[in-house]
C-alpha cells in the first residue's frame, strides 16, 4: 500500500465553468442596460416631462414596489418551477413592457402614468427573475465555489455601474432620451438568449418528490426560517435600512433632482461624476478577499454596512464646482461597501439555508430589504418637495450611523471570522 497521500485534484477555474460563465455573460449584459435605464429614467422625467421631485421618487419607487407586494408567493413559486426557465421567461418580459415606452415616444403618448405602469410591470418580473438567479447559482456551481461565483457576479455588477451611466450620459447628449432605453431592451433578449445556452437543468427529481402544500403554509415557512434565525434576521433589518436611505430608496429619488436642478449639472456630467464614482463597485469586489482575511467575516460585514450609507453626508455638502467631485466619492466609497456587503451577506445567506428553501429564504429576504426601497423613494421624493433636497439629505446622513446596529448587536455575526459550512 503506497504510504503517500493522494494528491486532491485541483479545481478548475470558474472563469473555464461553461455554465457559469454563460450566466455570468448574461447578467453583465442585463445589469449594463438597466444601469443605463436606471440613470435615463429620472432624466427622461425631468427633462421631457418636467417631472417634480415627487414624481421622481414615484417612478424610483414603483419598479421596486412589487418586491413589497410579491415577493413572499414569488419565492413559493420559484421553489417549484425550473429557475432557469423562469429567468428566460421574465427576462423576455421585461424585453417587451420596457419597450412600450420608446414606442410611446415616437407616437407622442409618454407620459409620468404611463412611465409608473411600465415600472411596475417591469419591477414585477424582475422580483422573479432576482430570486430565481440567487436561488439558481447554487446550483450551477459546487456549494465551494459560490463565495467566488458571489464575487464574480458581483464584478459583473460593477461593470455595470462603472459603465452604465456613462454610457447612457453620452447618449442622452445624441439620441432622443426614451430611445436611450431600446438599449436595455436589446441586454435583456441577450440576457435571455445566453441563459438559454446553460445546459444544467436541475434535478426533476428532487422537486417531484417535494409535496405541494398551501401557498401561506410555504411562505409561512420561509419568514419562519429567515425572521427566526439571529443571523438572517440581523442582516434583513441592516439591509432593509440602507435600502430605505441609501442607493435605491430616498438617496435615488434626490440626487438626479439634486445633481440637475440645484448644482446645475448636465445630464453628461452626471453620466461622468457617477461613471468615476462608480469604480468603487469594482473596486470593493476586487479587494473583498483580502478585507476578510484582515478583519474577519463578521467586522467586514459591520464595515462594509457603514460604508454604504455614511458618505449621503459627503452628498449633502457638495456645491457647485468642487461638489461633483464630493458626489463621485461619496458614490465611489459607498458602492465599495455595498460590494463588499453584498458579497459576502448574499453568500452566507446561501451557505446557511437548505437548498429546499432558498427561494423561499430569497424571497422572505427580498420582501424585507427591498420592500424599504419603494417607501424610501417614494418618501424621499415627497420630503425633498416639502423641505428642500439638502435638507433631507443630511437628515439621510445622519441616520446612516444607525444601520450596521443590528449587526453590531448580534454576536454570531459580531465574532464570525469565516463563514459557517454550508447547509445540504
Known sequence: MDSKATPAPARKSLWRHRDFTLLWAAQTASQIGSQITFFAIPVIALTVLNASTTQVGLLAAAETLPFLLVSLPAGVWVDRWDRRRTLIFTDLGRMAVLAILPLAFVFDMLSI?????????VGVQTVFFEIADQA????????????????RLEVSRSI?????PSVGGLLLQVVLAPLVLLINVGSFLLSAVLIGRISYRPAAAAKAE????????????????VFGNRTLRAIAMCTGSMNLIGLGGALTALLTVFALNDLDLTPGALGLILTLGNAGALLGAVVNGWVIKRLGLGRTLIAAALLATLPIMLVAAAGRGAGAL??????????AGISVYNINQISLRQAITPTELQGRMNASMRFAVWGTLPLGAAIGGLLGDVFGVRPVLWVLGGLALLVCLPLLLTREIRTLRTGPRPQE
Do not use: H, Q, W
Not at 136 to 151: K, Y
Not at 210 to 225: H, N, Q, S, V, Y
Open 160 to 164: 455595470a455601474y462603472l459603465g452604465g
Open 113 to 121: 402614468p404611463l412611465m409608473l405602469v411600465v415600472g411596475l410591470l
Open 326 to 335: 464630493l458626489i463621485s466619492v461619496a458614490i465611489g466609497t459607498m458602492l
Open 210 to 225: 417535494a409535496p405541494r402544500r398551501k401557498m401561506l403554509t410555504e411562505i409561512g415557512e420561509g419568514l419562519r426560517f
Open 136 to 151: 439558481f447559482l447554487p446550483s450551477v456551481v459546487e456549494t465551494e465555489d459560490i463565495p467566488a461565483g458571489n464575487a
